[in-house]
């Protein structure tokens, strides 16, 4: 089987969105864990790696909040940032462009951007109410339902939700709905 990675521009994205809020003591978690701050970006981390560091800028971050709500808001913040980049700002344009119904059939491509082991599935309840669900979210659920959330934004959608529906690892079910 494929080692699961992730690749440095998600990793950048997650650390530039929140840099300088990160204290000495959150790097040094960072470093115990294995990503080196002071080192060049790799090409690739491993899932768990990645995870890893998602898991401690929440708790270092957002203390108090939940995981979930913590990490949820650690990707609406990357996406910000990823979205100023030269490949996330192609890929929103075109998102922006295809409006959220017809961004939600791409959202394997959409995820690959970040990873090689995202796989999504798409089932249509309703006009514009849909089960999204991933097939791996490496344990931090809360995470993938911010880029869900900063995602669809990010295509016009308006009053949206975006709900955790079922959790079984690895994987998730969300359950997304706009306003038409």
């Known amino acids: 089987m494929t080692e699961k990675l992730v690749f440095n521009s ?5 650390i530039q969105a929140v840099r300088v809020e990160i204290s000495p003591r959150c790097w040094t978690r960072m ?8 080192a060049k970006l790799l090409p690739a981390y491993p899932s ?7 898991k401690i ?12 709500e913590a990490h949820r808001r650690l990707a609406i913040r ?4 990823y979205a100023q980049s030269v490949i996330g700002g192609a890929m929103f344009t075109v998102a922006n462009l ?7 059939r791409r959202m394997t491509r959409n995820f690959r951007t970040g990873s090689n082991f995202v796989e999504t599935t798409c089932n249509e309840l309703s006009p514009h109410t849909y089960e999204i669900g991933v097939n791996d979210v490496s344990e931090v659920a809360g995470f ?13 959608a308006r009053s949206l939700s975006v709900k955790l529906h079922d959790e079984k690892a690895p994987g998730a079910i969300f359950r997304v709905n706009w306003a038409a």
Do not use: H, N, Q
């Open 98 to 104: 295809l409006g959220p119904d017809r961004t939600v």
């Open 31 to 38: 470093k115990t864990l294995g990503f080196d701050s002071e």
């Open 48 to 54: 768990t790696l990645w995870a890893g560091v998602v």
């Open 10 to 14: 998600a990793m950048e994205g997650l």
């Open 78 to 81: 990357t996406v910000e940032v």
């Open 57 to 68: 800028l929440g708790e270092e971050i957002y203390p108090g909040l939940t995981p979930f």
């Open 144 to 156: 993938y339902g911010g880029m869900l959330e900063a995602g669809f934004l990010r295509t016009g």
